[in-house]
């Protein structure tokens, strides 16, 4: 489709910042905050058309784990089109000229949260892992858990912010905790309060943040934002600690990104049936640059192999690359030679592999990841050391 030469793509100015941002309420139907709150740490752009902004939106070049490893990314946000604009592919052209100020300072890969999956798939992103909010009755969690002998306290420490990058690692998506996160969150959430939890004489091994939002029936309900624990242990007493609510909030709320994908909370409740899951729209992941995300990436370091790869482009022709994973390094180079046996993958399903979306070979397949069974299976066991989590909503 040939470019529109009466829509130009500019870095907001002041002026162009408040258009935007009055066109981003006039588009969502509310006023967006994170506009003004994350104006002095995003880059935004805005397409014009005869002088007046027509579309929008953020860019925060924030490093994520995968691999244990912190790999420059791209994460956008608070993206908009002027209802009266929508239906002309506008939204291509911006997400591709807000990506390129951030692919000049470093970014290789693209994050956002997205509403608009069937569109992120045609313009080459994936959803690696599905996200699902858990509520739950405080009354249930003070009848299932009951560890004692943590210390709680208010407030974080650098401690804690230590831990939770530690902890962060160990996932593949997380961010790299920048250090205007925390008080961007407190201002977001002007209730939010901070609990570690420490066994007596020794550091930290839990971290939890909570706020309150309006419930519908009930009026008030618990919200956690944050929960990470190092042990079993803690996150026990983390949920008991959220039980000890059951006199005055009936009802604790896991956001989307609240609960880390393990199954402590359901495998140790009285009764299951008395939790809800709401599936959410999941965050997805684009590729930009394929060999220096394989480079930048953390990689088993007991690892030898080498596999051919096939990676189908968006709208291209077929690449053809070497994988070579050794000694916890990683190199994506361009195939020298023809060879014979390959497997074959779009850049979408590079994009869940490389997240660690695919579990086990069979799921693998079933997406349509094609080449030998035994290919498939060195392949999947690459990057299933760690799960796809992305605890940072935005």
Known sequence: ??????????????????????????????????????RRHADARVALRGGRVVAGGLGVLVPQFFGGQPVPSASLACGCVAPEERGHHLWVR????????????????ATAWSTSTGYGHRMG???????????????????SFDETGFEITCGTTRQTHAMQRELAALWNGPWLRPH???????????DLASYRFSLPGEEAQGLLSLAFDPH????????????????DRAAAAMFAFLGRYNSRIPMVAFQRTGLPPVPTLLHN??????????????????????????????????????????????????????????AGTGELAPATREREGHLTLTRRQFAVWYAGGYRTPAAARLAGVRGDPQD???????????????????
């Open 94 to 109: 911006m997400v591709a000229e807000r990506l390129r100020p951030l692919q000049e300072q470093g970014a290789v890969l």
């Open 216 to 231: 519908p029936a009930e009026g008030r309900q618990l919200v956690v934002h944050d929960f990470w624990a190092a042990t």
């Open 1 to 38: 489709m040939p470019e529109d030469a009466s829509l130009s793509v500019v870095e907001a100015d002041d002026a162009r910042w408040n258009e935007y941002n009055c066109l981003a309420t006039r588009s969502y139907g509310h006023p967006v905050a994170d506009i003004v709150r994350l």
């Open 125 to 143: 992103w994936a959803a690696p892992v599905q996200v699902f909010s858990w509520t739950v009755p405080t009354d249930e969690l003070k009848r």
């Open 376 to 394: 498939v299976t060195r392949l999947v066991r690459v990057t299933c050391d760690r799960e796809p989590w992305l605890p940072e909503y935005f």
């Open 269 to 326: 409740l009285h009764r299951v049936g008395s939790v809800t899951a709401r599936a959410w729209h999941p965050w997805m992941l684009r590729i930009l640059d394929l060999p220096q995300a394989v480079r930048l990436r953390g990689w088993p370091e007991d690892l030898d192999i080498t596999l051919p790869l096939d990676v189908a482009e968006t709208g291209e022709s077929t690449l053809q690359y070497v994988l070579r994973i050794t």
């Open 180 to 190: 205007w996160w925390e008080s961007w969150q407190q201002e977001e959430h002007p």
